[in-house]
């Protein structure tokens, strides 16, 4: 099956959305539209790995089709005689007086020991699920809210020659960003419930062309893989990241910046005469590396009409102990506010 027919197939599922086709700038595009709105998802045309290239595809389609307020049709369920439930010691009728057997909790074993790193593939980034799944935790996006920014690179070593230590870097935030961020976790966990977040022009701009980087890395480099959301709890707490894509056959992953033009240029530039990325996206890509106990990240960063840059980043155990340090600090806060919260509120 084609991507034209794949994609043509999933928007009839959709009532009331439509899809049109057209050639982009170097790849062709879905044009899907529904109401009086429409969103554009980019695809490849070259040969490759079709089969996960269209799943891939697909899950792009779905995103917009319901950033759109679209909803997919209901499938028909099966129908037929039902099996009736074998009856059971739960379901027998007890004498007066005496208990109902109590089930015991067979996971509650596995829930008090770290299970380490675990990949969601099955989620689509932006779903339901997966707002659900980061609910209450600390996230690689969201890491630069809680430790303090690292010291520049030239000043790791001191003038005399002797190492960096790190004890000399405040690694722990305590400012209004970072409050902010603590309490917003806590309430998160109390309620077990993500508010909603209003998308911008920004947020929209980088989501089409966030696809439209993962095509062009995929046709220089090889195939990508995405996936929803990893989660690791090595460390006494849960950590979660949520990689643009992982190459095949790889121990990396991709991140993937829509840039305006004047900051494309100004990375370009300043990798050229530094080697580092910019420094608002350090803490995401360190975070990343230590959850999905990866090797490398490749950070894209993507402007339409100029050259794709594609830098890649090594762990560094300088800021990795930071993050750790940082993150414990900021789960003891949380865990300090729910307590409080639950003793007023008794």
Known sequence: MSYHEAISKEVEEWPGAA????????????????G????FVVFPDTPGDTDRGILNCLTDVRR?????????????????????????????????????????DPWAPLRKQPVGKVIHDHMEQGSMEWLQARCGLITASEMKLIINAPPKEETRVKKNGEPYKQREW??????????????????????????????????????NDEAEAR?????QFGPVQE??????????????????????????AIECKSRKQKYQVQTVVEHALTGAIPSEFIMQHQTGLMVGELDW????????KLPMAVIRVYPDDIIRAAIEEAAAAAEAKIAKIIEIYQEQTQ
């Open 227 to 252: 996936v929803g959301f990893i989660t690791n709890d090595k460390w006494g707490f849960t950590l979660g990241y949520s990689p643009d894509g992982i190459p095949v056959g790889t121990r990396g």
């Open 19 to 34: 899809v049109s086709f057209e050639k982009g700038s170097k790849h062709p595009r879905a044009v899907l539209s529904f």
């Open 36 to 39: 009086d709105s429409s969103r």
């Open 170 to 207: 405040n690694v722990v935030a305590d400012d209004e960003a970072c409050r902010k961020h603590i309490y917003e976790l806590a309430a998160q966990r109390i309620t077990n419930f993500v508010e909603p977040l209003f998308q911008t022009f920004d947020m929209i701009r980088g989501q």
């Open 297 to 304: 990240i490749d950070f894209i960063s993507f402007s339409d």
């Open 64 to 104: 917009e089709l319901r950033g759109l307020g679209a909803e997919r049709a209901e499938r028909q369920k099966a129908t037929g005689p039902k099996r009736e439930r074998n009856p059971g010691a739960d379901q027998r009728e007890l004498p007066e007086g005496e208990r109902g057997p109590v089930m015991g």
């Open 215 to 219: 095509a062009r890395y995929a046709e």
